[in-house]
């Protein structure tokens, strides 16, 4: 069974940066997608990063694409979200995601869940 906890959340000033972790103490196997979604206030939760289990694939919503970094670890069975560059429209609660299959962009596909990571960007 699929156990998400993400850490490395906080507060940082426009322009700084975060790295946010997501391991899976379930210890299951890592031929799984991962994904890091958030969710801002008033606002639907997306889907920003996904990697591949092969780490082949990788996707980043165009709000991030070019300022965050997605990374796995496949024997620690960890995740990584590299955060640049960052800026106040990036404040959100930050959800790492296991999906179903070896490769998904669906939010359906993702039914393992962390408890979320507060992000604040502000000066």
């Known amino acids: 069974q699929v156990q998400l906890e993400e850490s490395g959340g906080g507060s940082v000033q426009p322009g700084g940066s975060l790295r946010l972790s997501c391991s899976d103490s379930?210890?299951?196997?890592?031929?799984?997608?991962m994904g890091w979604f958030r969710q801002a206030p008033g606002k639907e939760r997306e889907l920003i990063a996904a990697i591949s289990w092969s780490g082949g694939n990788i996707y980043y919503a165009e709000s991030v694409k070019g300022r965050f970094i997605i990374l796995r670890d496949s024997p620690e069975n960890t995740v990584f979200l590299q955060m640049n560059s960052l800026k106040p429209e990036d404040t959100a609660v930050y959800y790492c995601?296991?999906?179903?299959?070896?490769?998904?962009?669906?939010?359906?596909?993702?039914?393992?869940w962390g408890q979320g990571t507060q992000v604040t960007v502000s000066s």
């Open positions: 995601a296991a999906s179903e299959s070896p490769w998904s962009l669906s939010p359906n596909d993702f039914r393992s």
């Open positions: 379930g210890r299951t196997r890592s031929s799984l997608a």
